[in-house]
């Protein structure tokens, strides 16, 4: 029951939600019907495919379960939750139509009667937990994202096969409401808030505040109304919430406005000051606590999943762990019996005095490294407490191709059937969603399977779906994609190596974000023939969305590996004083940035103008506009201060999009290369050039991107074929 409206400061108050009842297992109540799945079906795959389609609930039997049967042009897909009767008819789009629909394009050229399976199929989910989204993924993929983006988006992650969602949008409201009735103004909690490319680290990951943040009355009440359609959504299809918890973070001087209050400093994190930690052993941590939940209440209704991590990197621990952990389960388990805390395995984390002390039947650990390093034992780090294999696996949205998934395809079957495994989940962990979509989908089936699947027929029937029929040739490109890219080792790394073309230009550049493989993690040669068979593919199967996007990224990537390549060469000729090799080959190396601008500029998923044009679009002034804007290019660039970004920051979400590949980029190794032009033709050292500043002028300067793809996708990806062919 709702115990009142919730009030802001300027009087008006806010609707709350609806509170929609969970089971205490971490998924959602079903709702009744299946009518979200059947509108869901219609937006996703169109009238044509969905008058075809009959959806169906399912009475859950200890498990969710999606079945599909029928006949030419009247198919059934039953389900226990509308999510999972979108998860089923995925199934049978890949399975049997040979269709496709994905983040980065779809094919949906289908018999005009749809066919129907050889005989009933039926699957059932291996296990309860099939969680997309660490904290910070939101940030980095959408940050202002309206209500059309968000609700592809979950009719996306429901099709292919996930069941709850880290959803932070707005959530940050209930935080500033409960610290108003602890001493603080409206004013102060909208100038303590992040800007939005910065809003969840800040608020519920890390735990600390930038300068440059606040957020306006308006633009904050869009961000609540937002979460709480997003919800709605969400409760509506089926799919569990993770939202923010009570960790103890709080405002500074909030010991002061408040006598008694024991509050713990956390230390640094890269030079930046975290935010203070109220002590969760104290009666008042439990007041506050208690408040923040009904408020948030109030206004997003409940969840059965509340994300917290008292330490994700950095900072330093005042407190007895064991203690503190208890005094934050208490809090949630008071003001939700049942509901799990959830936390994420990242760095040293979470500490083994910190879960030593909680009930594992309401403790989930998402494990965000359980493909990085060749041996690990979490049962015995953990103490048999339950986790999710899971991977972080994209870092800042880079937009490079591959990953482990090999090693997920094993050791996800390994560590779920040894003696006394702990796993009871999936979770897929990017820090940005949409850089490099096949990922998702793979992950995605991992818990709608029996085993491991043939990995070189998983890639052949990728092929076959996304062009729409068997081919020799793009199957043969499929198979060496998957052999290279895909099938990285559990060696350290998660992510593939970025691109040079990112980095502050250096002749020893090996990396443009720091903590990037600093090394070609797969035989770029090899993988280069994809490439030629993609080009090869039969013109009438170069229609759809998917194909335009797989060649350009396929194309784009080509280029980035023959970066690593050329940027050696440059280096040798310039140390050897050559200057007509040195200008030929920048000039060629500036050539390719441009290329792999125009190249990415064809297809929707690589424009940097939707990123720009959304965060104008979100300030409720010009002022607002133009802050949310420079946020929008700072997260990008110099990530934060100049601080923030000489701790090796900056480009930490470095991307192949238009308008960053030819704006900045190229500017930024245009300029470096003429000053060591310079110093070639005078004796001198080459000038020092202020890094900083060249991408703070790029910030404040003209954001005047275009956010519609042209040009052709095949020309230019024949121009970089031919390109990196070159001796």
């Known amino acids: 029951m709702l115990r009142r409206r919730t009030v ?34 219609r937006r996703l795959a169109g009238p044509r495919i969905a008058a075809q389609i009959r959806c169906e609930p399912l009475p859950g039997s200890g498990g969710e379960v999606f079945r599909i049967s029928g006949e030419p042009g009247r198919i059934t897909i039953a389900g226990t939750s509308p999510a999972v009767i979108l998860t089923g008819f995925n199934w049978y789009l890949k399975y049997v139509a040979h269709g496709s629909i994905g ?23 291996n296990v309860a937990h099939r969680l997309f989204g660490n904290d910070i993924w939101t940030d980095y993929t959408g940050p202002h994202w309206t209500t059309r983006e968000w609700k592809r988006e979950l009719d996306l992650l429901a099709l292919h096969g996930y069941n709850e969602v880290f959803m932070p949008i707005g959530l940050e409201e209930a935080a500033h409401l409960t610290f108003q009735e602890f001493g603080y103004s409206r004013a102060e909690m909208l100038r303590w808030t992040p800007p939005p490319c910065h809003l969840a680290a800040g608020m519920w990951q890390g735990g600390w505040t930038l300068a440059d943040g606040g957020i306006s009355e308006k633009a904050q009440r869009d961000r609540v109304r937002l979460g709480q359609k997003i919800l709605a959504r969400m409760r509506e299809l089926g799919l569990t919430p993770l939202i923010p918890g009570f960790v103890g973070f709080v405002p500074d001087g909030f010991a002061e406005r408040n006598p008694g209050a024991r509050v713990v400093d956390r230390g640094h994190w890269f030079g930046q000051r975290m935010l203070s930690w109220l002590d969760p052993r104290t009666d008042l941590y439990q007041r506050v606590a208690a408040r923040f939940y009904e408020i948030q209440d109030e ?5 059965t999943m509340y994300a917290m991590n008292p330490f994700t990197e950095g900072g330093t621990i005042g407190i007895p762990l064991k203690e503190a952990g208890a005094g934050i389960q208490k809090a949630l ?84 059937s040894k003696p006394g495994s702990a796993v009871v989940g999936v979770a897929l962990s990017p820090e940005a969603g949409h850089g490099d979509a096949l990922p998702l989908e793979f992950f995605g089936e991992l818990a709608w399977r029996d085993g491991p699947v043939d990995f070189d027929r998983w890639f052949a029937d990728y092929a076959h779906r996304r062009y729409g029929t068997r081919d020799g040739r793009a199957e043969r490109a499929w198979l060496t994609l998957g052999a290279t890219a895909y099938a990285l080792p559990a060696d350290g790394w998660h992510e593939p190596h970025d691109s040079l073309f990112g980095a ?19 035989d770029a040669t090899r993988f280069a023939t994809a490439l030629d068979d993609l080009l090869a593919v039969p013109r009438a199967l170069r229609r759809s969305s998917a194909y335009r996007y797989d060649l350009v990224s396929v194309a784009r990537q ?23 090799a040195f200008a030929a080959l920048t000039t060629r190396w500036l050539d390719m940035i441009a290329l792999a601008d125009r190249l990415v500029g064809t297809v929707p998923a690589y424009l940097l103008g939707p990123w720009i044009a959304q965060a104008h679009a979100a300030g409720a002034d010009t002022a607002e506009k133009a802050r949310f804007v420079a946020d929008a290019k700072e997260v990008l660039t110099t990530w934060g201060d100049r601080r923030l970004s000489e701790a090796d920051l900056h480009d930490y979400c470095n991307r192949g999009w238009n308008g960053l590949l030819g704006d900045l980029y190229h500017a930024r190794w245009k300029r470096y290369f003429t000053t060591l032009e310079t110093a070639l033709s005078s004796g001198n050292p080459p000038a020092a050039i202020d890094w900083y500043a060249v991408d703070e002028a790029w910030k404040r300067g003209p954001s005047g991107y275009r956010t519609l793809p042209e040009g052709s996708p095949y020309a230019l990806a024949l121009q970089a074929r031919d390109s990196t062919s070159k001796p």
């Open 504 to 522: 502050r230009p250096s002749l020893t550049a090996t990396t443009a974000a720091a903590w990037s493989p600093t090394r070609l993690r797969y």
């Open 558 to 580: 080509v280029l980035d590996n023959h970066g690593r390549v050329l940027l050696p060469r440059i280096k040798k000729a310039y140390d050897a004083k050559d200057r007509t």
């Open 333 to 416: 388990q008071t003001a939700r019996p049942g509901a799990l805390w959830q936390m994420h395995a990242w760095h040293e984390n979470p500490r083994p005095d910190l879960i030593q002390s909680l009930d594992p039947k309401t403790t989930l650990i998402v494990d965000f490294q359980s493909d990085r390093f060749p041996a690990m034992d979490r049962e015995k780090q953990w103490g048999g407490t339950p986790y999710a294999f899971g991977s972080v696996w994209n870092y800042g949205g880079h937009t490079t191709m591959g990953g482990n998934l090999k090693v997920w395809n094993e050791r996800y079957w390994q560590w779920r």
């Open 103 to 125: 983040w980065d394009g779809e094919q949906l050229d289908l018999p005009a009667v749809l066919p129907a399976p050889d005989r009933p199929i039926e699957r059932r989910a």
């Open 8 to 41: 802001l400061a300027s009087g008006a108050a806010l609707a709350p939600a609806l509170v929609v009842g969970t089971a205490a297992s971490g998924t959602a109540a079903p709702p009744s019907g299946s009518a979200p799945a059947q509108a869901a079906l």
């Open 299 to 303: 206004l997003f209704g409940r969840s």
